[in-house]
């Protein structure tokens, strides 16, 4: 049983619009939740963490947690060609531990 | 500051052979973990040190595998013999400890023939 689930896309979207990824978690003992970008042939980085319910902002990404759902989310406003990649979902914690379970991540591609 | 370095980036082998994957972590870091990353299965925890002892090992695919961190600045990862099944993106990656961003390296592409 796949721990941290998200659609493996691709999810295709225009240039400018908004991209949303979503991510789903089984272990409600998770304290903390990552979105790692990952670029083809490339090593994942995070760009987002989230620690409490309700949405984080920072520039034109958004990370929202709902725990009662265990539902991860990540909004990326105004996508530029340049956010195509695959985005990696994580969740840490799994028993009470700080390792990250990793979902197998969305690819997402912007056309101009 | 140098990030996490592994070597070699690439490897190609022949079934049955020793595989050897060395990372350095990042200094001051005092967690390691060693994934494996493939298409079908994603990026899958192998295991994780903290300060130099193994804490959790259950990843480790069987006993062909195996892990070693001998100091804070050094870790290996080898499979032995390998099979064409453990073809794969491998990553090292460290964190300072606790809750938090993990540091990736660039990770060590391993096809067995």
């Known amino acids: 049983q796949k721990e941290v689930e998200q659609n493996s896309g691709p999810l295709s979207v225009p240039e400018g619009a908004i991209a949303s990824l979503n991510c789903t978690y089984s272990?409600?003992?998770?304290?903390?939740f990552f979105w790692y970008r990952q670029y083809s042939g490339k090593s994942p980085e995070l760009i987002m963490s989230i620690y409490s319910n309700g949405d984080k902002e920072d520039g034109r990404f958004t990370a929202q947690l709902n725990k009662a759902s265990q539902y991860v989310s990540l909004l990326i406003r105004d996508s530029q060609p340049s956010d195509s990649a695959t985005y990696l979902c994580?969740?840490?914690?799994?028993?009470?531990?700080?390792?990250?379970?990793f979902g197998r991540g969305t690819s997402l591609i912007v056309h101009p | 500051d140098a990030g996490v370095i592994q070597s070699p980036r690439h490897e190609v082998t022949e079934m049955g052979q020793e595989v050897t994957l060395r990372c350095k972590p990042i200094?001051?870091?005092?967690?390691l973990f060693w994934y494996r990353q493939t298409m079908m299965r994603g990026l899958e925890l192998l295991i994780y040190f903290n300060n130099n002892v193994p804490i959790d090992d259950s990843g480790m695919p069987e006993d062909r595998f195996s892990a070693k961190m001998p100091n804070a600045s050094f870790s290996t990862l080898k499979i032995q013999p390998s099979e064409p099944r453990d073809s794969a993106v491998y990553f090292c990656?460290?964190?300072?400890?606790?809750?938090?961003?993990?540091?990736f390296g660039e990770g060590s592409r391993l096809t067995v023939l």
């Open positions: 272990d409600r003992g998770s304290q903390s």
């Open positions: 994580a969740a840490e914690g799994r028993g009470g531990s700080y390792i990250p379970t």
């Open positions: 990656a460290s964190t300072p400890g606790g809750a938090g961003e993990l540091f």
């Open positions: 200094s001051g870091h005092n967690s």
